[in-house]
């Protein structure tokens, strides 16, 4: 599972999943783009990427702004001439009961998840057809692509969505040697989950440490979270696959919690 001579685009990899998976591919052979909101973030792991080696550059971007989505991928392509995998991982978390939603805060989510896809994906196409050499894309889903959650209405809604994109995307892309996945991570021990376990106490009216146990990990088979490493894995799975015979395919990585 190599990437050498690749060039990939990572959105939010400035932390957590995204910041990982920019380190399992430079080891793979992959030039990277940290693409992320926070610039000094996108910074920093481009620099961490750098002193071990590898081949990277920081683009700032907010993932939902056309115009910079176009310009951070058309600064990639200048620096390295191609841009051969798309990771669409950036992502933000908001929790709350249904009936107290805020309405900005529902379009906010969906928003960064997918006009961030969208917008990404279609910058990373018009690239990939003008190229010749096709690619690789890989969106972030979640086990609430394909399961519910209380308190999750818009990042369930939205995550279920990215399964229709990668579908589409499967298709449309295959004419022109474009393939896309999704990967279904359970529970990350990442700064979006951290932020999260408070909350959800305060919602459901239970301790942090029962909302590890009860709600985060309660399905898995041996009550371990989902690590970086292995959403990584299998994002360079994706990446470096040798064929289209697993285009439009969604993995769940989640120690059990969701078995398809
Ligand atoms: P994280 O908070 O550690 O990292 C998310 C990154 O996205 C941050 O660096 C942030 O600056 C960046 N970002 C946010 N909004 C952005 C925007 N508008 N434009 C560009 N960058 C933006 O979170 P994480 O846990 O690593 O999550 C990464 C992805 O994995 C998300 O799509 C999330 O939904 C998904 N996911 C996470 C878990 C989990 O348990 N942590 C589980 C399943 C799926």
Redesign the pocket.
Known sequence: MRLDGKVAFI?????????HIAQVYADAGAAIAV????PK?AEAAAAELRAHGAQAIATP????DEAGVDAAIARTVAEWGSLDVLVS?????IVAPLQDFRFDDWKKLLS??LD?AFLTARASLRQMIASGRGGAMIF?????SKEASVLKAP?VSA?HGLEGLTKVIAKEGAAHGVRANLV??????????DKQIPEQAKALGMSADDVVKKVMLRETVDGEF?TVEDVAQVALFFAAFPSNALTGQSLVVSHGWFMQ
């Open positions: 959105t939010g990899s400035g932390s957590g999943i995204g910041r693409a992320d909101l926070n973030a971007v907010d993932v939902t991982n950036a992502g933000i978390q960064v998840h961030g972030m889903g979640s086990v609430h990042y995550k279904c991570p359970g529970f990350v021990r990442t700064p979006l989950v989902t």
